[in-house]
Protein backbone atom coordinates (compact mmCIF):
# COMPACT_ATOMS: atom_id res chain seq x y z
CA UNK A 1 0.00 0.00 0.00
CA UNK A 2 1.04 3.48 -0.84
CA UNK A 3 1.70 5.47 2.25
CA UNK A 4 1.75 9.36 2.29
CA UNK A 5 4.90 9.65 3.32
CA UNK A 6 5.63 13.33 2.89
CA UNK A 7 5.80 14.08 6.84
CA UNK A 8 9.10 12.61 7.25
CA UNK A 9 12.28 13.59 6.96
CA UNK A 10 14.39 10.85 4.85
CA UNK A 11 18.74 10.45 4.39
CA UNK A 12 20.54 8.12 2.52
CA UNK A 13 23.44 6.42 3.61
CA UNK A 14 26.01 4.78 1.58
CA UNK A 15 28.30 2.32 3.35
CA UNK A 16 31.59 2.74 1.75
CA UNK A 17 34.30 0.19 3.40
CA UNK A 18 38.33 0.30 1.90
CA UNK A 19 39.29 -3.54 3.33
CA UNK A 20 37.21 -6.26 1.13
CA UNK A 21 38.29 -10.27 1.11
CA UNK A 22 37.33 -10.11 -2.25
CA UNK A 23 37.44 -6.38 -3.73
CA UNK A 24 40.45 -4.09 -2.23
CA UNK A 25 39.86 -0.43 -2.32
CA UNK A 26 36.35 -1.48 -3.88
CA UNK A 27 35.00 2.34 -3.36
CA UNK A 28 37.37 4.23 -5.28
CA UNK A 29 37.85 1.78 -8.04
CA UNK A 30 37.58 3.48 -11.16
CA UNK A 31 34.41 3.24 -13.94
CA UNK A 32 34.48 4.27 -17.25
CA UNK A 33 37.30 6.97 -15.75
CA UNK A 34 35.14 7.91 -12.22
CA UNK A 35 34.92 6.05 -8.91
CA UNK A 36 32.45 3.61 -7.79
CA UNK A 37 31.54 5.85 -4.71
CA UNK A 38 30.68 9.32 -6.53
CA UNK A 39 28.75 7.10 -9.00
CA UNK A 40 26.94 5.76 -6.57
CA UNK A 41 26.84 8.65 -4.86
CA UNK A 42 25.12 10.52 -7.77
CA UNK A 43 22.72 8.20 -8.52
CA UNK A 44 21.28 8.43 -4.95
CA UNK A 45 21.24 12.33 -4.78
CA UNK A 46 19.19 12.14 -7.72
CA UNK A 47 16.35 10.78 -6.02
CA UNK A 48 13.49 12.71 -5.35
CA UNK A 49 12.61 11.44 -1.53
CA UNK A 50 15.99 11.67 0.11
CA UNK A 51 16.47 15.10 1.91
CA UNK A 52 20.17 14.15 1.63
CA UNK A 53 22.69 11.46 1.27
CA UNK A 54 25.85 10.67 3.14
CA UNK A 55 29.15 8.59 2.60
CA UNK A 56 29.46 6.39 5.91
CA UNK A 57 33.13 5.12 5.92
CA UNK A 58 36.18 4.29 8.28
CA UNK A 59 38.66 4.62 6.10
CA UNK A 60 41.02 8.21 5.56
CA UNK A 61 41.35 7.23 1.81
CA UNK A 62 37.96 7.03 0.91
CA UNK A 63 37.22 10.31 3.04
CA UNK A 64 39.62 12.64 1.57
CA UNK A 65 38.16 11.28 -1.68
CA UNK A 66 34.59 12.29 -1.02
CA UNK A 67 35.93 15.95 0.40
CA UNK A 68 37.52 16.67 -3.39
CA UNK A 69 33.37 15.95 -4.54
CA UNK A 70 32.00 17.78 -1.88
CA UNK A 71 30.48 14.48 -0.93
CA UNK A 72 29.28 14.49 2.88
CA UNK A 73 31.07 11.79 4.25
CA UNK A 74 30.30 10.42 8.45
CA UNK A 75 33.09 8.87 9.80
CA UNK A 76 32.88 5.38 11.56
CA UNK A 77 34.74 2.92 14.06
CA UNK A 78 36.38 -0.12 11.49
CA UNK A 79 35.00 -2.82 13.44
CA UNK A 80 32.24 -2.75 12.36
CA UNK A 81 30.49 -6.44 10.79
CA UNK A 82 28.15 -5.33 7.81
CA UNK A 83 27.49 -1.73 6.19
CA UNK A 84 24.23 -1.86 8.31
CA UNK A 85 26.04 -1.84 11.36
CA UNK A 86 28.08 1.09 10.00
CA UNK A 87 24.58 3.13 9.17
CA UNK A 88 23.60 2.15 12.60
CA UNK A 89 26.76 4.23 14.21
CA UNK A 90 25.84 6.75 11.97
CA UNK A 91 22.31 7.44 13.03
CA UNK A 92 23.56 8.52 16.51
CA UNK A 93 24.83 11.24 14.22
CA UNK A 94 22.24 12.48 12.55
CA UNK A 95 18.53 12.83 13.29
CA UNK A 96 16.03 11.20 10.68
CA UNK A 97 12.73 9.62 10.76
CA UNK A 98 13.79 7.06 7.92
CA UNK A 99 17.54 6.09 7.22
CA UNK A 100 17.77 4.27 3.89
CA UNK A 101 21.08 2.30 2.90
CA UNK A 102 22.27 2.00 -0.24
CA UNK A 103 25.23 0.03 -0.56
CA UNK A 104 28.15 1.52 -1.98
CA UNK A 105 28.68 -0.87 -4.63
CA UNK A 106 25.72 -0.26 -6.50
CA UNK A 107 26.92 2.25 -8.97
CA UNK A 108 23.84 1.67 -11.13
CA UNK A 109 21.32 2.11 -8.58
CA UNK A 110 17.93 3.74 -10.29
CA UNK A 111 17.27 6.77 -7.92
CA UNK A 112 13.19 5.89 -8.62
CA UNK A 113 14.22 2.69 -6.96
CA UNK A 114 14.88 4.41 -3.50
CA UNK A 115 11.96 6.76 -4.07
CA UNK A 116 9.58 3.74 -4.68
CA UNK A 117 11.20 2.01 -1.40
CA UNK A 118 10.77 4.93 0.29
CA UNK A 119 6.95 5.30 -0.92
CA UNK A 120 6.10 1.54 0.39
CA UNK A 121 8.05 1.85 3.38
CA UNK A 122 5.80 0.79 6.47
CA UNK A 123 6.88 2.43 9.87
CA UNK A 124 5.14 -0.15 11.68
CA UNK A 125 7.61 -2.51 10.42
CA UNK A 126 9.91 -0.49 10.35
CA UNK A 127 12.65 -2.42 7.98
CA UNK A 128 12.05 -2.72 4.14
CA UNK A 129 13.92 -4.26 1.40
CA UNK A 130 14.21 -3.75 -2.27
CA UNK A 131 13.97 -6.88 -4.50
CA UNK A 132 13.54 -7.59 -8.49
CA UNK A 133 12.58 -10.57 -10.54
CA UNK A 134 15.49 -11.96 -12.59
CA UNK A 135 15.26 -12.12 -15.81
CA UNK A 136 18.61 -13.46 -16.64
CA UNK A 137 18.86 -17.32 -15.92
CA UNK A 138 22.57 -17.41 -14.83
CA UNK A 139 22.04 -15.00 -11.58
CA UNK A 140 20.06 -17.89 -10.17
CA UNK A 141 22.85 -20.15 -10.12
CA UNK A 142 25.32 -17.30 -9.09
CA UNK A 143 26.41 -17.33 -5.02
CA UNK A 144 27.30 -13.73 -5.69
CA UNK A 145 23.41 -13.02 -6.49
CA UNK A 146 21.45 -12.97 -2.96
CA UNK A 147 17.97 -14.52 -3.98
CA UNK A 148 15.11 -13.59 -1.57
CA UNK A 149 11.46 -15.60 -1.22
CA UNK A 150 8.64 -13.62 0.74
CA UNK A 151 5.13 -14.68 1.34
CA UNK A 152 2.26 -13.43 0.99
CA UNK A 153 2.16 -10.38 2.85
CA UNK A 154 5.44 -9.46 1.23
CA UNK A 155 8.04 -10.34 4.16
CA UNK A 156 11.19 -11.91 3.90
CA UNK A 157 10.81 -16.01 4.57
CA UNK A 158 14.48 -16.11 4.00
CA UNK A 159 17.87 -14.91 1.91
CA UNK A 160 20.04 -17.37 0.16
CA UNK A 161 23.08 -17.33 -2.27
CA UNK A 162 21.53 -20.37 -3.72
CA UNK A 163 18.79 -20.39 -6.21
CA UNK A 164 15.49 -20.41 -4.43
CA UNK A 165 12.90 -21.33 -4.67
CA UNK A 166 14.12 -24.66 -6.46
CA UNK A 167 12.24 -25.27 -9.72
CA UNK A 168 10.55 -28.18 -9.58
CA UNK A 169 6.82 -26.11 -10.62
CA UNK A 170 6.33 -24.45 -13.48
CA UNK A 171 5.35 -21.19 -12.14
CA UNK A 172 8.73 -20.60 -9.69
CA UNK A 173 9.96 -17.06 -10.33
CA UNK A 174 13.15 -16.07 -8.83
CA UNK A 175 13.93 -12.94 -6.85
CA UNK A 176 17.13 -10.75 -6.55
CA UNK A 177 17.58 -9.11 -3.16
CA UNK A 178 18.91 -5.63 -3.74
CA UNK A 179 21.47 -3.76 -1.47
CA UNK A 180 18.68 -1.05 -0.79
CA UNK A 181 17.15 -0.93 2.72
CA UNK A 182 14.82 1.18 4.59
CA UNK A 183 15.17 1.60 8.57
CA UNK A 184 13.44 3.75 11.20
CA UNK A 185 15.94 5.18 13.67
CA UNK A 186 14.90 2.41 16.50
CA UNK A 187 15.11 -0.24 13.99
CA UNK A 188 18.29 0.40 13.09
CA UNK A 189 19.90 1.09 16.12
CA UNK A 190 17.94 -2.26 17.02
CA UNK A 191 19.77 -4.38 14.39
CA UNK A 192 23.47 -3.27 15.55
CA UNK A 193 22.60 -4.64 18.98
CA UNK A 194 21.21 -7.69 17.48
CA UNK A 195 23.93 -10.88 17.84
CA UNK A 196 24.73 -12.57 14.60
CA UNK A 197 23.33 -16.24 14.36
CA UNK A 198 24.27 -19.02 12.23
CA UNK A 199 22.98 -17.96 9.04
CA UNK A 200 23.97 -14.64 9.01
CA UNK A 201 27.10 -16.29 9.29
CA UNK A 202 26.74 -18.67 6.64
CA UNK A 203 25.32 -17.08 3.84
CA UNK A 204 26.79 -13.93 4.91
CA UNK A 205 23.45 -11.87 4.28
CA UNK A 206 22.75 -9.56 7.07
CA UNK A 207 19.38 -9.15 6.60
CA UNK A 208 18.86 -12.87 7.81
CA UNK A 209 19.76 -11.29 11.28
CA UNK A 210 16.39 -9.93 11.52
CA UNK A 211 14.84 -12.77 10.09
CA UNK A 212 16.78 -14.81 12.80
CA UNK A 213 15.36 -13.00 15.98
CA UNK A 214 11.33 -12.93 14.53
CA UNK A 215 11.85 -9.40 13.03
CA UNK A 216 9.55 -8.73 9.78
CA UNK A 217 11.18 -7.37 6.62
CA UNK A 218 9.00 -5.78 3.96
CA UNK A 219 10.09 -6.63 0.15
CA UNK A 220 9.48 -3.94 -1.57
CA UNK A 221 9.52 -4.97 -5.47
CA UNK A 222 11.43 -2.30 -7.54
CA UNK A 223 12.69 -1.96 -11.10
CA UNK A 224 16.03 -1.85 -11.07
CA UNK A 225 19.43 -3.44 -13.35
CA UNK A 226 19.94 -5.17 -10.29
CA UNK A 227 23.95 -4.95 -11.47
CA UNK A 228 26.29 -4.80 -7.97
CA UNK A 229 30.17 -5.09 -7.93
CA UNK A 230 30.96 -7.70 -5.89
CA UNK A 231 34.31 -8.52 -7.66
CA UNK A 232 36.98 -6.76 -10.41
CA UNK A 233 35.43 -9.08 -12.84
CA UNK A 234 32.01 -6.98 -12.62
CA UNK A 235 34.03 -3.62 -13.01
CA UNK A 236 33.92 -4.90 -17.12
CA UNK A 237 29.86 -5.30 -16.84
CA UNK A 238 29.30 -1.84 -15.26
CA UNK A 239 30.97 -0.36 -18.17
CA UNK A 240 29.12 -2.46 -20.76
CA UNK A 241 25.85 -1.24 -19.21
CA UNK A 242 26.88 2.53 -19.21
CA UNK A 243 28.30 2.28 -22.23
CA UNK A 244 25.13 0.62 -24.06
CA UNK A 245 23.00 3.24 -21.92
CA UNK A 246 25.59 6.02 -24.26
Not at 53 to 72: Q, S
Not at 168 to 174: K, L, M, P, Q, T
Not at 201 to 220: D, N, P, Q, S
Amino acid sequence: MLLEQSKFNRVGLIPARYGSSRFEGKPLALICGESMIKRTYDRASASKKLDKVYVVTDDNRIEYHCEIFNIPVIRVDDDCETGTDRCAIASEQIDADIYVNIQGDEPLIDPEAIDRLCDYFNPNLGVANAYVTIEEPYKVMDNDVVKVVFDSHHCAMYYSRLGIPFPRGEDARVHQQLGLYAFTKERLQEFSKLPMQTLEFAERIEMLRFLEHGYKVLMVHVEDDGLSVDTPKDIKLVEDRINAYN
